[in-house]
Every structure is written in C-alpha cells, then in structure tokens.
C-alpha cells in the first residue's frame, strides 16, 4: 500500500475519534452543570480543556466556556469539532479510490451539516443537537466503514488510528479527572462528587456497562480497572490496544520497512502492562505516573508506525 494511503487513512480515523470523543465529553459536561455556579461551571469547563489535551491559557482572560466552544464550532481551532470533521473528509479524498461510495457520502453528508454551523450562531445553534448529530453521524461512519469496505491494508490502518486515538483520549481524560477527584481511602463521597464519577463513566459511553459489571456502587477503584484495564468494553485503554495490536498483526510484512517491527513490540509492551498488572498495584504506585506513562507509550506507538509504514526513505522499501 501506498504510504500516502496509509496516511490519509489513519488521520482520517483519528479525526473523527476525536471529534466524537470531544462531542460525546462536551455533552456530558452540558448537562452536569445545570445546577453550579459560574464559578464552579468555569472551573468544569477547564477540567474540559485539558481532558481534551488543549488545556486553558495560563493568563487568559476569556472564560474557559469560550474556549470549549471554540473546541466545538471555530474552524480555525485545529482540534475543534468542526475542524476534525473537515480534515477528516479533506484526507478521505484524498483516497476515494480507496473506500466504499456509502463512506464518501456520509462523511461528506457531515461535512456540509457543520459548515452549516457558524461560531456566532452558537446560543442559537443548539448544540445539545448538534453534538448528538456528531456522536450519531460518527457511530454510522464507522458502521458502513465495516459494513462496506474490504478488511485490507486499507481498513486495517483505520484501526490503528481509531485505536490509538481512543486510547489517548481515554487515558488523558482519566488522568485529569483522578487528579482532580480522587482521595485515595475515602469512602465517604459528596454527592457533588459522586455526579462526577457518572458523568466520567458517561464520558465514556460506561455507565450502562459498568452497573452490569460492579452494579451501581461507585467506586473510583473500580471504575479506573472498568475503564483501563476492561478486555470487554470498546472504550476501555485495554480493549483500544487490543484492536491497535491485532491490527498492526494482521498487516502483511511487505507494507511495512525494516523499522515497523518497533511499533509492534511497543503495542505489545503496552499490551502487557495494562494485561498483566492488578488495578491494586497501579493505584499503589500513583495512578498520573501510570496514565502519564502510557499517554507517552501512545506518542511512542504513534512515531514508530510512522518510521515503519509511512514517512521512510524510498531506498528503505526497496531494500526491505
């Protein structure tokens, strides 16, 4: 395959698991704070922005608020909703010879539906809408992908860049929420916090899950083993490296140059780690250092499969 295949498609990926990840933690956000004060709803709104790794400016004298929107509709912020959605599409066509038809269109039916938003229309725009219209157009993207398009090369690096993002995102968010909520031995939550626990479980689609596998009771233990170390949950850290390793596998020797082997032992150790170590012991030894540890290994992960797959020297290939 095509380096500049594999390139486009893998970001492609990435964009919209991010787009769907900052549209699915946004909405969350929305509903819990009908009840604070502009106080306490600032300080969410920038628990938001770093959770979503743009964290606030120190010296800033705009509202974390104005920024989360700008996260949302401004084009001109890259990682906004709307600039996920529009680099995605700009790299699927990137390589349209490449994908299904049904692809094409519903991306690019998401296309038009947020350049039909406009930043000063936001009050007026609702956004609780326009967030679920995200989290639904991206869901349907990702079934007609599977639906419709063959399980090459092709569709194997799309799950590389969903499974490297989501894991990314799941470890950044939970990395900011313990640093902020978690007490280690306390047993006796607010209540206050306890709506924090569900809507971080909401963040991550787990809520439902969650209650099934431990019932309701709320325990931040718990919920960091359901949500990092999880075999089962697709949005879990270890189910998103399971799919990055299987992927990575079932690609054929000859796309890749003689350094793609780096980027399989790195998934494999991350593998490893988050397989083989209790929750106990994570929690021991610092849960930051240990998320912190593999939002590096996901930077790592991320530098190696572009050494051995896209952006290596001609002369590499042809002497692989």
Not at 36 to 64: E, Y
Not at 98 to 106: A, P
């Amino acid at each position: 395959m095509l380096s500049r295949v594999a390139d486009s498609l893998y970001w492609m990926a990435r964009y919209l698991e991010r787009a769907e990840h900052t549209a699915r933690l946004v909405d969350v956000h929305l509903n819990l704070m009908l009840d604070q004060s502009p106080i306490t709803a600032d300080r969410r709104w920038g628990r938001v922005l770093a959770s979503l790794g743009s964290p606030l400016p120190a010296g800033d004298s705009a509202s974390a608020y104005t920024h989360v929107q700008a996260m949302v509709f401004d084009a001109a912020t890259r990682s906004s909703i709307v600039s996920c959605i529009m680099h995605a599409r700009e790299n699927l066509r990137q390589v349209r010879e490449q994908i299904s038809s049904e692809m094409w269109e519903q991306l690019n039916r998401m296309f038009h539906a947020v350049k039909r938003v406009q930043y000063e229309e936001m009050h007026d725009a609702h956004p609780v809408e326009f967030l679920a219209a995200i989290k639904e157009g991206t869901h349907l993207f990702q079934g007609v992908t599977d639906s419709t398009m063959t399980h090459g090369e092709g569709w194997q690096f799309i799950q590389i860049g969903r499974a490297l993002e989501r894991a990314r995102c799941v470890a950044t968010l939970l990395d900011v929420h313990f640093n902020e909520f978690y007490v280690p031995h306390d047993r006796h939550q607010e209540a206050a916090d306890h709506l924090e626990w569900i809507g971080l479980l909401r963040s991550c689609t787990a809520f439902e899950a969650y209650c099934k596998a431990y019932t309701a009771d709320l325990s931040p233990e718990r919920i960091v083993e359901f949500l990092l170390l999880n075999s089962e949950f697709p949005h879990s850290v270890r189910f998103s490296v399971d799919m990055l390793q299987a992927a990575l596998n079932a690609l054929p020797e000859a796309t890749a140059s003689k350094k793609a082997g780096r980027v399989s032992r790195l998934a494999g150790r991350l593998r490893a780690s988050l397989s083989f170590t209790p929750v106990d012991e994570i929690m021991l030894g610092g849960i930051h250092g240990y998320l912190d540890g593999i939002q590096r290994q996901c930077g790592q992960i991320h530098a190696s499969a572009y050494q051995g797959y896209i952006d290596y020297p001609i002369d590499t290939a042809v002497l692989a």
